[in-house]
């Protein structure tokens, strides 16, 4: 896995085998986690958010592109997933499929008007598209406002799995998001993730060597918006509710946080910082508004000692690909 660091791994067989160790090794963790006695909800939470990381460091990490909108395709997901379910009475998987397909095509509609603009432009007009949907599903009737979508069903997964039962609601979540991470794993080291990263490496050589880097770009950005919308729909049987929350600007915020946190263009750095963040959500709640501040904090600490992030700081010492 390529980082953005100053002296990049290349994808080897050995670089391979290291993240998929890595990789077995974080999955028999997370499996374990019912029998340890931790919290279930905050580690369902924090996987949910992990997915939402990765969708996003897929698009900035390997294509270069900082999006501020993120949270729309999450918040879109939700409340898509969270009316089918409720008001419709989908069944679970439905209920997913709904949720996913909103979030693809949000993002084609967004992808097409914000991709052919570059940086800072690309970035604020992702975080305009943002804020107008959280705009209108404030006044959306089928939202309810501010109150949200409240006591959303969980039902039966595919008629079997009893998704109101917080172990198998775990586990069925931890198979989303290992499912979720492999896609983006596959699709990074594929021919298409290379062609991405040459783009953000130097998007002019990659247009003379004849790639048409708009619709490379453009893709990323609906591969990145529909698993972002995947994450979203498994945070509704998570939380039971969708809000404004999930849509809001300052949600966007922290998927980039976390993203940065753990390690920009690094395959489990967004999984760190996911994890790092919801824990201080979690277990600093008793602070109030300082949480904001303290998370402020661990940022500044990490940008001007952790440059590379956490996952980024411990690959570049062990010279592996993580």
């Given at each position: ?13 050995r670089a391979m085998r290291d993240e998929m160790i890595v990789f077995a090794l974080m999955a028999l963790l997370l499996a374990a986690v019912p029998f340890t ?99 209108i599903y404030l006044q959306a009737p089928f939202t309810h406002g501010e109150d949200g979508i409240q006591g959303i069903p969980q039902g039966h997964l595919f ?164």
């Amino acid at each position: 896995m390529t980082a953005l660091t100053d002296d990049t791994l290349p994808v080897t067989p050995r670089a391979m085998r290291d993240e998929m160790i890595v990789f077995a090794l974080m999955a028999l963790l997370l499996a374990a986690v019912p029998f340890t006695g931790i919290y279930p909800f905050f580690v369902m939470q924090a996987l949910c958010f992990a997915l939402l990381a990765c969708a996003f460091n897929l698009l900035i990490g390997y294509g270069g592109l900082l999006s501020f909108g993120h949270a729309m395709f999450l918040g879109t997901a939700g409340y898509c997933s969270a009316h089918a379910l409720k008001v419709w009475g989908l069944p679970p998987e439905l209920g997913i499929v709904v949720g996913v397909a909103a979030a693809f095509l949000l993002s084609i509609v967004t992808g097409f008007i914000s991709i052919r603009r570059q940086g800072i432009y690309f970035s604020m007009i992702t975080l305009a598209l943002s804020q107008l949907l959280y705009f209108i599903y404030l006044q959306a009737p089928f939202t309810h406002g501010e109150d949200g979508i409240q006591g959303i069903p969980q039902g039966h997964l595919f008629g079997v799995f009893d998704l109101s039962k917080p172990t198998v609601l775990y586990y069925v979540v931890l198979v989303g998001f290992l499912a979720g991470f492999l896609l983006i794993y596959r699709i990074i080291n594929s021919p298409f993730g290379e062609v991405l990263k040459s783009i953000r490496e130097n998007e002019q050589r990659a247009i003379s060597l004849g790639y048409r880097t708009d619709q490379y770009k453009f893709l990323a950005f609906v591969l990145s918006g529909t698993l972002a919308g995947f994450a979203g729909s498994l945070k509704v049987f998570v939380a039971q509710n969708a809000s404004l929350t999930d849509v809001h600007w300052s949600m966007s915020g922290e998927v980039v946080l976390m993203t940065l946190v753990g390690g920009l263009g690094t395959i489990f750095g967004p999984v760190v910082g996911a994890f790092v963040i919801i824990a201080m959500q979690q277990y600093l709640a008793s602070f109030g508004q300082w949480v904001t501040v303290i998370q402020g904090g661990i940022f500044v600490i990490c940008v001007l000692t952790f440059r590379r992030g956490v996952i980024g700081e411990i690959a570049h010492y062990l010279r592996r690909s993580l």
